[in-house]
T-cell receptor
């Protein structure tokens, strides 16, 4: 079945870049997403990319997609303490159920 | 636009009781989704609606779970005869396709259910 895998933890220093990686198995995925979840809160949509794109940049966020390897990454430039949260990778076909990874906990130290 | 809202935010109930949660989507969003999230896991899909029609249900959704969206606006999720394994955060999301957007799903704050 469909599966989304992420590394569980990432620790960086304030001001460094963070790179969170994700792999997925469903080759029919058309949209790939990154969500952020802070403690006790719902999920905040950060950015998404269509499967026919290789890269998308949005302020400090850069998403890279390697469709051949089914690999997605999220780069956060100039990471701040406020970026500490759990980041979820998710995929779907348009409008259908999202399949989520287990999330990567990003810890930013000052 | 006030975003997706969910009520109640927290619910504590005894095993065997019935509970009902409500979700109000972003106005004009025609799709509404329910997910369940347990500690240390990503959200798992339960069901979704387009307007009033329930288009898909997960195999996770046992017979004790029922969801409705009677007028194509708010939705309710009912769990009958709750079990301790139902303890989780229940998340609602809504979406709308416009132009070249792809039905991005926007989530509410969730309802945390504790079954004692």
């Amino acid at each position: 079945g469909e599966d989304v895998e992420q590394s569980l933890f990432l620790s960086v220093r304030e001001g460094d870049s963070s790179v969170i990686n994700c792999t997925y198995t469903d080759s029919s995925s058309t949209y790939l997403y990154w969500y952020k979840q802070e403690p006790g809160a719902g999920l905040q949509l950060l950015t998404y990319i269509f499967s026919n794109m290789d890269m998308k940049q949005d302020q400090r966020l850069t998403v890279l997609l390697n469709k051949k390897d089914k690999h997605l990454s999220l780069r956060i430039a100039d990471t701040q303490t406020g970026d500490s949260a759990i980041y979820f990778c998710a995929e779907n076909q348009a409008g259908t159920a999202l399949i989520f990874g287990k999330g990567t906990t990003l810890s930013v130290s000052s | 636009d006030t975003g997706v809202s969910q009520n109640p935010r927290h619910k504590i109930t005894k095993r065997g009781q019935n509970v009902t949660f409500r979700c109000d989507p972003i106005s004009e969003h025609n799709r509404l989704y329910w997910y369940r999230q347990t500690l240390g896991q990503g959200p798992e899909f339960l069901t979704y609606f387009q307007n009033e029609a329930q288009l898909e249900k997960s195999r996770l959704l046992s017979d004790r779970f029922s969801a409705e969206r009677p007028k194509g606006s708010f939705s309710t999720l009912e769990i009958q005869r709750t079990e301790q394994g139902d303890s989780a955060m229940y998340l609602c999301a809504s979406s709308f396709r416009e132009g070249r957007t792809g039905y991005e799903q926007y989530f509410g704050p969730g309802t945390r259910l504790t079954v004692t």
